[in-house]
């Protein structure tokens, strides 16, 4: 077991790190594209044409993203002991306490009406308000010690029954039964990481011999499925509402397709990506977290809730995302210009938070010392 977990630094040094990143600015561009223009996602049902297609091609990994980053954790959870409790507190601290900051900075600067309900919805977050990533992560971390047991006791057989069932029973009927399941969101994780646990155990398995070909096909067929929705709807004249589910449920759900798409790209990364150890890349990885909590703020999509504006105020009142899409010909690289620089001005932010918080706990303990 030792020499598994040692394995999985040196492979993890940064590919993974890398991937880490990617995954985060999928989520991201798929923000920019659900709270743009009314919100919604109503960059999704406009008119077929080149910013329509741009839109499609990159802002529709949002759950590609989220699926990508359970299966990061869970590949190294699976070969572990236990989980640490600090973890936990600091994810609920940070969560929290950028969620109060970003509460003093919209209501001193007056861009939204903030008022006790919000201020609330700041102290008790995140198991109140948005953040739901935050706080089915932090569910699904503390089952974490749980699931280690099992995958590491249980023969190969009994796994990889285990597995056939959760995957039958949640990704697949989340494909042919669109809805919320009986597991919850916590369920998608637990299945991520018994699968992953299963296929890392059984080394050169088909779907990692064959990522390359499984990732650029299913990348292929999600696509053309989300224009081939579009043109369709659009010709038998069903209505918006109609549509937008249908398109959602092909990228924003995450069924089977997505979660295989997911895993064959993270076996991409692990078998082709050679970068060694890049400590510029771990430290921007170390960032997406924040990067998330940041972008991700309740108050910059508020839609009108207790008094507050319609549009989001990150993505359209500052950005200008969806006046971009209406009259610009430059919108495919004022989009990527946007999901890239909302993503590099919150990294930096949750870079400073960390040195200052090092610093703080740095002159804690000298005082403790003396």
Not at 23 to 41: R, Y
Not at 43 to 56: E, S
Not at 108 to 137: Q, S, V
Request: with cysteine; net charge positive.
């Amino acid at each position: 077991m030792t020499k598994q977990i040692s394995a999985d630094r040196a492979i993890r040094d940064s590919q993974f790190e890398l991937l880490r990143i990617l995954a985060m600015l999928m989520i991201v561009a798929s923000h920019a594209t659900q709270h743009s223009l009314a919100g919604g996602w109503s960059l999704l049902v406009q008119p077929m044409g080149v910013n329509t297609a741009a839109t499609y091609l990159m802002g529709t990994y949002g759950q590609l993203g989220v699926c990508l980053f359970v299966i990061i954790s869970s590949w190294f959870l699976c070969g572990k002991s236990g989980i640490r409790a600090e973890k936990i507190v600091r994810l609920y601290a940070q969560t929290m306490l950028c969620d109060l900051a970003i509460f003093a900075l919209v209501k001193i600067g007056g861009f939204e009406p903030a008022g006790r309900k919000e201020l609330a919805k700041a102290l008790l977050t995140p198991a109140w308000g948005g953040y739901w990533f935050i706080r089915t992560y932090l569910l699904f971390y503390m089952i974490v010690p749980f699931l280690q047991q099992y995958v590491q006791g249980a023969d190969e057989r009994t796994h990889g029954r285990l597995t056939l069932v959760l995957v039958a029973a949640i990704p697949t009927l989340h494909f042919f039964f669109p809805t919320g399941g009986e597991f919850g969101l916590v369920g998608d994780f637990v299945c991520i990481f018994v699968a992953v646990s299963y296929l890392k155990r059984r080394e050169g398995n088909f779907l990692e011999r064959h990522c390359l070909a499984a990732f650029i096909g299913l990348l292929a067929l999600m696509q053309v499925a989300l224009f081939a929705v579009h043109f369709l709807c659009g010709k038998c004249g069903i209505g918006a509402e109609l549509e937008k589910r249908i398109l959602l449920h092909i990228f924003a759900s995450r069924h089977i397709f997505v979660m295989t798409l997911a895993m064959s790209l993270f076996y991409v990364f692990k078998r082709y990506v050679r970068i060694g150890r890049s400590r510029l890349i771990n430290a921007i990885a170390g960032t997406t977290f924040g990067v998330y909590i940041l972008h991700e703020n309740p108050l910059f999509h508020a839609y009108g809730e207790n008094g507050l504006s319609e549009t989001s105020l990150l993505f359209e009142r500052w950005l200008h995302v969806g006046a971009h899409f209406e009259g610009d010909t430059f919108y495919p690289l004022y989009f990527a210009a946007c999901v890239i620089g909302v993503f590099a001005v919150c990294s930096a932010l949750e870079f400073l938070r960390q040195v200052l918080c090092r610093a703080v706990e740095h002159a804690v303990k000298k005082i403790q010392r003396r």
